[in-house]
T-cell receptor
Framework: DAGVIQSPRHEVTEMGQEVTLRCKPI?????LFWYRQTMMRGLELLIY????????DSGMPEDRFSAKMPNASFSTLKIQPSEPRDSAVYFC???????????FGSGTRLTVV | GESVGLHLPTLSVQEGDNSIINCAYS??????FIWYKQESGKGPQFIID?????DKRQGQRVTVLLNKTVKHLSLQIAATQPGDSAVYFC?????????????FGTGTRLLVSP
């Protein structure tokens, strides 16, 4: 298995633009997570899905952020409109069982200028 | 102005020494704990886990100790190598309001000198 695949690896965008981050979880994993990592706040859970259904989105910072999982092999995290404070590394992770180690992707480094 | 980031504690060791990285967790209801290693430019990588019904678990060159009384977790790395240089995070599976989720600590940077 190729692991959790995220795209793009790097994204630079202007403030106000829409940004879409993509994730392909490991085949067969029922849970998918979106995390954000910054120097200020460390690793924060934004949202997680179980069987494509959002379970806990309490970490989503505001309405500008949205996440979808249209099928078991694909998820998106969208920011519209983007702001400089959204600059961070965004990680996607997946797991088969909730109380088991998650497998993380390599992340998308987002820079909003 | 310049933003102030998280101050990561740093542990500096010599190659071949044993390293101990500590972590205090917050939720006494947490029942599962994991240590992750994150190298520069990469995502966190699973190292070892432990459930709350255990107090010690060993892997290859790594040992995790759990003290539920004081809500403390430690990671011991034997014969530390330069390739072990990374940021290490503990994570607890926090059960809260019916949801379970992994909550990460702030991390410790391990620097291994040859």
């Amino acid at each position: 298995d190729a692991g959790v695949i995220q795209s793009p690896r790097h994204e630079v965008t202007e403030m106000g633009q829409e940004v879409t981050l993509r994730c392909k979880p490991i085949s067969g994993h029922d849970y998918l997570f979106w995390y954000r990592q910054t120097m200020m706040r460390g690793l924060e859970l934004l949202i997680y899905f179980n069987n494509n259904v959002p379970i806990d989105d309490s970490g989503m910072p505001e309405d500008r952020f949205s996440a979808k999982m249209p099928n078991a092999s694909f998820s998106t995290l969208k920011i519209q409109p983007s702001e400089p404070r959204d600059s961070a590394v965004y990680f996607c992770a997946s797991t088969l069982i909730l109380t088991y180690g998650y497998t993380f992707g390599s992340g998308t480094r987002l820079t909003v200028v | 102005g310049e933003s102030v980031g998280l101050h990561l504690p740093t542990l500096s060791v010599q190659e071949g020494d044993n390293s101990i990285i500590n972590c205090a967790y917050s939720n006494s209801a947490s029942d599962y704990f994991i240590w992750y290693k994150q190298e520069s430019g990469k995502g966190p990588q699973f190292i070892i886990d432990i459930r709350s019904n255990m107090d010690k678990r060993q892997g290859q060159r790594v040992t995790v100790l759990l003290n539920k009384t004081v809500k403390h977790l430690s990671l011991q790395i034997a014969a530390t190598q330069p390739g072990d240089s990374a940021v290490y995070f503990c994570a607890e599976n926090e059960v809260n309001t019916g949801f379970q989720k992994l909550v990460f600590g702030t991390g410790t940077r391990l620097l291994v000198s040859p």
